[in-house]
């Protein structure tokens, strides 16, 4: 039983950062059409920069923010220079200009930071608490109320505030709000902002855990990607019971059977979705937008 939990325990947090990712897909994808492979190199910039800003003599709370401003800024530039321009282009091409620029910000990366790994201290502490035999760090708690936190203030943003009902209004037709006078490009542009700015607070809180390097935002990504599928792309109910789900896959798989596996399950989690369920857990099964 202690074993089980310990696992169960590991899947939830790692599972509820890939949730965080899982969400800006989904956030981005709802207002613009656009799968952003950039979102996992999002996490990497907050991290990277944190743990540099704070090794240079930086008060944490101070490199935490200015993380959060570096990586935001990726985002609007994302926006502003990559995807607006190209706006009416195919989704495929809008795709191929994502994974652009999560090169081009993963070469940044080794070239103003380093290809090391590196880690951030906990929030509070690391002595392991005990639960049911298993140990669980406190930073894995903290990982989870931070993660239900950002959940939260979205539901809020999206249904209690007047950009956060434009972007609903956007997501569901889009045409349609622009009739109504929404201004849908800067829709769009907040939406990439609000993902960048989940993406930075979800590398803040997943790098005194998972350790960060330049290099690790594509397979977060990845793992993203397959969280927002299992769910339903579209859906931020299904992100986040997809990224949890996935953790949880992850951590058992692992466990059970070897963790050489442990990688490949996100994949074999696409391949499986796109063949039985294409639309997800909670997503529709089609989507026409006019």
Do not use: C
């Not at 709802?30 to 991290?47: L, P, R, Y």
């Not at 700015?197 to 793992?223: D, E, S």
Request: glycine content about 12%; aromatic content about 8%; overall charge neutral.
């Amino acid at each position: 039983m202690a074993e089980f939990l310990q696992f169960a325990f590991s899947g939830l947090t790692v599972g509820a950062i890939y949730a965080l990712i899982a969400l800006g897909f989904t956030l981005i994808y709802n207002a613009s059409d656009v799968i952003n492979f950039a979102q996992g190199e999002f996490v990497m910039v907050s991290g990277m920069t944190a743990v540099f800003a704070a090794a240079a003599g930086i008060p944490l709370p101070l490199a935490a923010l200015l993380a959060i401003v570096v990586t935001v800024l990726f985002g609007i530039l994302l926006h502003r220079l990559a995807i607006e321009p190209a706006r009416g282009a195919s989704p495929v091409t809008l795709i191929i200009i994502t994974i652009g620029a999560s090169i081009l910000m993963r070469g940044l990366a080794a070239v103003f930071f380093d290809k090391n790994f590196h880690s951030l201290p906990p929030l509070a502490g690391d002595t392991p608490l005990n639960l049911g035999g298993a140990a669980i760090l406190p930073q894995s708690i903290i990982v989870l109320i931070g993660t239900g936190i950002i959940v939260t203030a979205l539901w809020l943003f999206l249904n209690r505030t007047l950009m956060g009902k434009a972007m609903l209004a956007t997501a569901a037709n889009r045409l349609a709000a622009r009739l109504v006078g929404i201004d849908t490009s800067a829709v769009i542009g907040i939406s990439f902002v609000v993902s960048a700015l989940i993406g930075a607070i979800g590398g803040l809180l997943a790098t005194p855990i998972t350790l960060t390097n330049y290099a690790i935002g594509t397979l977060l990504a990845l793992k993203g990607f397959a969280a927002a599928m299992l769910g339903g792309m579209g859906s931020p109910i299904g992100a986040v019971a997809g990224g949890l789900l996935l953790g949880l896959l992850e951590a058992f798989g692992a466990g059970y059977l070897s963790s050489q596996y442990k990688d490949a399950i996100a994949f074999i989690v696409i391949l499986a979705v796109l063949f039985a369920m294409p639309q997800g857990l909670f997503g529709r099964a089609s989507i026409e937008r006019v």
